[in-house]
C-alpha cells in the first residue's frame, strides 16, 4: 500500500510463492526510514523473528516508530474518519481491486468455507498455518 505494487510479483503462482519464501522485499528510495524499517521487520522470513510475532504482537507493530502519529484508542473508538471510504455496490463488488488480481482463474476452483486438503492448499510451505495448532477462525476478525 506504500508503494502502489504488491511487495512480491509473478504471473506463475509457484514462481510468485517460491519469490515470498525467499527473496527479500524491495524498498524504494522515496519510503521513510521508518517505513523501510517496518517493512524490513514484517517481512522477516523467521517467523518466531517477524514483527508483531512475540507475546506482545498487536502492541509491538502500534508501537514502531512508522504508526508514531497514530492515536489507535481513537481509531477503536471509531471517533477518527477513514480518508476514504469504497462505495461497494455489493458484498463481492471487486472494482477497487486492480482487474489483473481478479480476473485470475488460479482460485477460482476455492470458495469461502471449503476445505481444502493439503495438495489443494494454496498456503502449503508458508510459515503460518492456522490449522497446525487447531481451528483458528474466530481469531478473524469478520468483514
Known amino acids: 500500500m506504500l508503494t502502489g505494487l504488491p511487495p512480491f510479483y509473478a504471473k506463475d503462482r509457484e514462481k510468485l510463492f517460491q519469490s515470498i519464501k525467499t527473496e527479500n522485499v524491495k524498498l524504494y528510495k522515496y519510503l521513510s526510514n521508518e517505513a523501510k524499517d517496518l517493512l524490513t521487520k514484517l517481512f522477516i522470513k523467521d517467523p518466531e523473528k517477524r514483527l508483531g510475532s512475540g507475546p506482545t504482537g498487536l502492541n509491538d507493530i502500534q508501537k514502531h516508530p512508522f504508526f508514531e502519529s497514530i492515536n489507535w484508542e481513537s481509531i477503536l473508538e471509531?471517533?477518527?474518519?477513514?480518508p476514504f471510504t469504497p462505495k461497494l455496490r455489493s458484498e463481492t463488488d471487486t472494482r477497487y481491486i486492480d482487474p489483473e488480481f481478479t480476473a485470475s482463474t488460479n482460485m477460482d476452483s476455492y470458495h469461502a468455507g471449503e476445505s481444502l486438503n493439503d495438495n489443494d492448499n494454496p498456503f502449503v510451505g508458508f510459515s503460518y498455518d492456522a490449522n497446525k495448532d487447531g481451528d483458528q477462525q474466530n481469531d478473524?476478525?469478520?468483514?
Open 78 to 82: 471509531k471517533k477518527i474518519k477513514p
Open 140 to 143: 478473524v476478525p469478520q468483514i
